[in-house]
């Protein structure tokens, strides 16, 4: 047997969360205030898990790194939050969403987690609505959907194109009564840089504030980690630029398994890049994609002409454009899933069709013009007016389109100068989302006991590609509504601790660890930026551990980090002290760990020997050029065990995957 | 996009710590493409200061697309810099022209102490939030069903146009008395708006301004030029909103 326990429980899938959850341990309400808990991240898993504990008596200290918890990465979410509510009639259950969300993953999640999240996903509205979260509404005052890719029902709640903002303030404003009532201490502008474990146990953790620069001792008799995605490991992702690697790999190094970090998701929508001074990409939400149509142009001396400035997008006839999505899979045409949306058009550009003109000529359009034309004729109906002219459909139509998508648009003209409501948007596709992350148990539990891990940081409900709007879905669910019960079963066992001291050795060493780090990077007197080395990392993973990989591509990614990694040890420069704020100092610890993470990305993309989901390995494609799986040989969560700093030593550990409830076939989205 | 390139002069409020006293410094910057934005044109600075072994200058960012509220820079005399409905993070170096001297300083209010160079101290805005900007419902997911209770769609666009704010603090920092009245209002009107928010809304009301004005914030004269230079335009009218409930609150005050 495998050393991994996922802990699942027996029993029909539609009943296994009830039942496991009425037998799980409690702790009673006089015994929690005599116990700790640490929560590191206050996005929006990390913030609904610190409410929730809080709510119930914990003692909760929740650390972030930002100036406030309402600045985490959840916020800039745009789209929506899925949930099997079917307040459309549209034939919609919680069977659905679980079969969406397997089918959506490749068939490389785990049921039971999947089936739980789909379960309380209608919970999440409910309480977000609670809290006064201004979801959008229709005219009778019910709560609007629209679709995202990869489904064929309308489930996503949404609130404009600030549904992360709307739902992460909603958990902020939790939090922040906790706060106010005394139950959670909230550290901001703290980082926490290891992890302290005695007798094996999680048991506090070490976190620099990132003001006066003074390593804290925090002690607990849980730890829960909910720091977000490693995104930012390719340097230009839609990532905040804050979004690291480093609570996670902490832990990693501390003994965590680490699972399939190769699955990456790379988002079909994003802007193009313009530079070489570029920080960062920008989404545009795949909500978009329910009312813009993808396009390239039929011809290359077309897409010559868009890309010398000779040509405009709108000059090219209806029937010289290549609705390419429409064309390969008519039944989910431009909502197919984002893998398979950013492949064809990584599969356009590559062929000579891109029509961005930046250094690769990556770029392809999204088109709102039918859709304006066919929302305008709708509002002219419902208006009263039948005999409308094309302007006023056309105004309507634009209307119509800034309603539901209007900061998007504003966004798009701000940073490319173009205005998407006359021309069609360009877009590319970018790094958004990482599947993989820490390995977790059905509890959340890593292999570390008293170590969880929730929402992006963990590995655990997506597979080898998230739908969209499952990302907030996923880390509200585990916050809100897993970790309160499992969490508290592990605390069950610990009522009569006591406080856990934080002058013993164990907290002697890892700060040693830590302030030794801290020093070797001051004092290292190198010539090149922290930037300059990650934007070099950046290049190694994009190009070769990016949207198509192969065993070429990889192995020589996995020696170039090696050197790369000896490099920035031997050449960084960081200015400034210890003790104080040092944003450098910051960049260079985060960077230090995405190089081994890099290097363990590749090294799992590597054993990966079958393209699923956002894991394409160009060896493994079938005629058509669409994903191949193994299952006979693949069907596993790649879980790596971290054995020394030479990461190539690093074990790979197999939990297999078994299907019970759902027949394991081919996607199709055709 | 064809990229430009210009050449420009910085003035930059440096200080090195709270307890420090601070001055303008200038520098050179050449080579910038008018396709950057404000803070790739501040990383491509700091860079040049890392190679000229100086230090670098800090400023608060993390998701460089107008959402997360962290940047926060007065430019040539205005809150997030000479554009409108934008953060600093939005605005892009096709706004300035070659031989341009910009001068960045970081907000100043006596509720935001400096840190360091532009970045300051906003938790003040965190600690109004505690104090009542919530609904004080349990997160069990024990709640009623999400459409029970049907909302106007009228009531919950104005709720969601409140709710928008950042947190950016910009219209303190444009306000000649450094007053939080908009920031606080549009979290007082988002709730009122909504019937999850009626309940509670007189505690939540006169919570919020006791902090707010603990906290050292100004009076609010009526000026305006908080919702003009606010990222997010949110409107005045969520001030006249607060000003009402405030009122009802205190007549029904026992
Ligand atoms: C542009 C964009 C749009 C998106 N749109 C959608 C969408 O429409 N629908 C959807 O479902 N998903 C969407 N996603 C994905 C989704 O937003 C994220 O996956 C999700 O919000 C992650 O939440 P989280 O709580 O796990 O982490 P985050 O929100 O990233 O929070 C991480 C937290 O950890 C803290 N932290 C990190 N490291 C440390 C450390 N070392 N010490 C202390 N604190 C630390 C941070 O301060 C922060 O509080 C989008 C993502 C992006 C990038
Ligand atoms: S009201 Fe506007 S300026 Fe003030 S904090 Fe909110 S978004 Fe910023
Ligand atoms: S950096 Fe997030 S709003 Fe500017």
């Not at chain 1, 909502?335 to 590559?350: F, G």
């Not at chain 1, 648009?409 to 970018?430: C, G, H, R, S, V």
């Not at chain 2, 200058?57 to 940047?71: P, T, Y």
């Amino acid at each position: 047997m495998s050393v991994l326990d996922s802990k699942i429980p027996e029993g029909h899938i539609s009943q296994k969360w009830t039942d496991y959850k009425n037998h799980l341990k409690l702790v009673a309400p006089n015994n929690r205030p005599k116990i700790d808990v640490i929560v590191v991240g206050t996005g929006l898993a990390g913030a609904s898990a610190a409410a929730s504990l809080g709510e119930m008596g914990y003692n909760v200290k929740a650390f972030c790194f930002q100036d406030s918890p309402r600045r985490a990465h959840s916020i800039a979410a745009q789209g929506g939050i899925n949930a099997a509510k079917n307040y459309q009639n549209d034939g919609d259950s919680i069977f659905r969403l679980f079969y969406d969300t397997i089918k959506g993953g490749d068939y490389r999640a785990r049921e039971a987690n999947v089936h739980r999240l789909a379960e309380v996903s209608g919970n999440i509205i409910d309480q977000c609505v609670a809290q006064g979260v201004p979801f959008a509404r229709e005219y009778g005052g019910l709560l609007d959907n629209r679709s995202f890719g990869g489904t064929q029902v309308q489930r996503t709640f949404y609130a404009a194109g600030q549904t992360g903002q709307q739902l992460l303030l909603g958990a902020y404003s939790a939090i922040s009564r906790q706060i106010g009532l005394g139950r959670v201490k909230m550290y901001n502008r703290h980082e926490m840089l290891d992890i302290v474990k005695v007798d094996g146990k999680a048991r506090g953790i070490i976190a620099r504030n990132l003001i006066t620069g003074a390593i804290e001792r925090h002690s607990g008799h849980a730890v829960i980690i909910a720091t977000g995605g490693y995104g930012n490991v390719y340097f230009l992702s839609t990532n905040a630029m804050g979004s690291n690697v480093t609570a996670a790999w902490k832990i990693h190094k501390q003994g965590a398994y680490f699972a399939n970090p190769c699955y990456v998701q790379i988002h079909p929508t994003c802007i193009p890049v313009h530079g070489t001074n570029q920080s960062k990409l920008t989404l545009m939400s795949e909500s978009l994609r329910n009312s813009g149509r993808i396009w390239v142009p039929k011809k290359k001396e077309d897409a010559e002409a868009i890309r010398a400035g000779k040509m405009k997008p709108t000059q090219i006839a209806e029937e010289d454009r290549d609705y390419y999505l429409e064309r390969r899979y008519p039944a989910f045409g431009n909502l197919v899933p984002r893998d398979v949306a950013s492949r064809a058009a990584k599969e356009r550009c590559d062929a000579g069709f891109g029509i961005e003109a930046n250094d690769t000529n990556e770029g392809v359009y999204l088109d709102f013009s039918s859709e304006i034309k066919s929302k305008g004729k709708q509002a002219a109906y419902a208006q009263g007016i039948h005999n409308a002219t094309e302007e006023q459909i056309i105004a309507l139509g634009k209307k119509w389109v800034e309603e539901k998508y209007g900061n998007l648009f504003q966004m798009y003209e701000k940073i490319t100068d173009e205005n998407p409501y006359e021309l069609p948007m360009k877009i590319y596709p970018a790094v958004h989302y990482t599947m993989g992350g820490v390995w977790v148990d059905y509890n959340l539990q890593s292999t570390i006991p008293g170590c969880f891990v929730a929402g992006e940081a963990n590995f655990s409900d997506h597979g080898a590609n998230r739908l969209g709007a499952s990302a907030l879905m996923q880390g509200l669910a585990d916050g809100y509504f897993v970790l309160p019960y499992t969490v508290s079963d592990y605390l069950a066992n610990e009522i009569r601790t006591g406080q856990i001291p934080t002058n013993t050795p164990e907290f002697d060493e890892a700060e040693k660890r830590v302030k030794d780090t801290i020093n070797q990077f001051l004092n290292n007197n190198g010539s090149r930026s922290v930037d300059h080395f990650h934007k070099k990392l950046g290049l190694i993973m994009w190009n070769k551990v990016g949207m198509g990989r192969n065993e070429q591509g990889l192995k020589e990614a996995i020696a170039e980090i090696d050197q790369l990694r000896a490099e920035f040890y031997k050449d960084v420069y960081v200015p400034g002290s210890a003790d104080e704020l040092n944003p450098e100092l910051e960049k260079a610890l985060r960077v230090a760990d995405f190089m081994e993470l890099g290097q363990l990305m590749a090294m799992d993309a590597l054993q990966r020997k079958e393209s699923c989901g956002g894991h394409f390995r160009e060896e493994y494609q079938d005629a058509e050029g669409e994903t191949l799986r193994d299952d006979e040989n693949f069907k596993f969560v790649g879980a790596w065990e971290y054995k020394g700093s030479d990461i190539n030593q690093s074990q790979l550990h197999k939990e297999e995957l078994n299907y019970e409830f759902i027949k394991i076939a081919a996607r199709n989205y055709k | 996009m064809a990229s430009k390139y210009i050449n420009i002069n910085l003035k930059i409020w440096r200080q090195k710590n709270a307890n420090s006293k601070g001055e303008m410094k200038t520098y050179k910057l050449d080579q910038v493409s008018t396709d950057s934005s404000f803070l790739e044109m501040l990383d491509q600075l700091n860079e040049q200061l890392i190679n000229n072994r100086e230090e670098p200058v800090a400023f608060d960012h993390d998701c460089r697309e107008g959402i997360c509220g962290m940047c926060s820079l007065y430019i040539n005399g205005r809150a997030h810099g000479p554009d409108n409905a934008i953060t600093t993070c939005q605005l892009h170096m096709r706004k300035f022209k070659d031989g341009d001297t910009i001068y960045v300083e970081p907000w100043r209010a006596k509720a935001f102490p400096v840190i360091k160079d532009l970045v300051v101290d906003r938790s003040a805005f965190d600690r109004i939030q505690q104090a009542g900007g919530f609904v004080s419902v349990n997160t069990s997911g024990r709640t009623m069903d999400a459409n029970a209770i049907p909302i106007a769609k009228i009531d919950a666009d104005k709720a969601f146009e409140a709710a928008i704010c950042i947190g950016c603090g910009a219209c303190v920092a444009s306000c000649k008395n450094a007053s939080a009245m908009l920031f606080v209002s549009a979290k007082v009107s988002q709730l009122a708006l909504l019937p999850q928010g009626k309940v509670e809304a007189k505690e939540r009301v006169m919570n919020m301004v006791r902090q707010m004005d603990e906290e050292g914030f100004g009076n609010c004269t009526n000026t305006g030029a908080c919702s003009v230079e606010c990222p997010k335009e949110i409107s005045l009218d969520n001030i006249a909103r607060m000003n009402r409930e405030y009122m009802k609150a205190m007549v029904t005050a026992e």
